[in-house]
Nanobody
Framework: QVQLVESGGGLVQPGGSLRLSCVAS????????MRWYRQAPGKERELVAT???????NYADSVKGRFTISRDNAKNTVYLQMNSLKPEDTAVYYC??????????????WGQGTQVTVSS
């Protein structure tokens, strides 16, 4: 019903930057909060950043001041600008969206993930 497709991952040196994108498509009445999570090898998935429908943002302490989440409602897209990247930021990054399919039906959806590797 709803698909989330991430892009923008890759290999970057420490101190570098990447911009992730996640486009939602399908039977969408309204997109509520959108989030970025990440999962490093051998670790649990962790919440990185959240942006509400009103563009209020929240960040994990580990990325505050380095990452910026934003959204373009006209394009059903959420972004994650990642600056000053560190090796510990290496993970698969997942997009999550809370979507109203109708006025009364709400679901959570996940993207397939995009790999971010920070290494020299």
């Amino acid at each position: 019903q709803v698909q989330l497709v991430e892009s923008g991952g890759g290999l970057v040196q420490p101190g570098g930057s990447l911009r992730l994108s996640c486009v939602a498509s399908g039977s969408i009445f309204r997109i509520n909060s959108m989030r970025w999570y990440r999962q490093a090898p051998g670790k649990e998935r962790e919440l990185v950043a959240t942006i509400t429908s009103g563009s209020t943002t929240n960040y994990a302490d580990s990325v505050k001041g380095r990452f910026t989440i934003s959204r373009d409602n006209a394009k059903n897209t959420v972004y994650l600008q990642m600056n000053s990247l560190k090796p510990e930021d290496t993970a698969v990054y997942y997009c999550n969206a809370n979507v109203n399919l109708t006025r009364w039906i709400r679901r959570d959806y996940w993207g397939q993930g995009t790999q971010v590797t920070v290494s020299s």
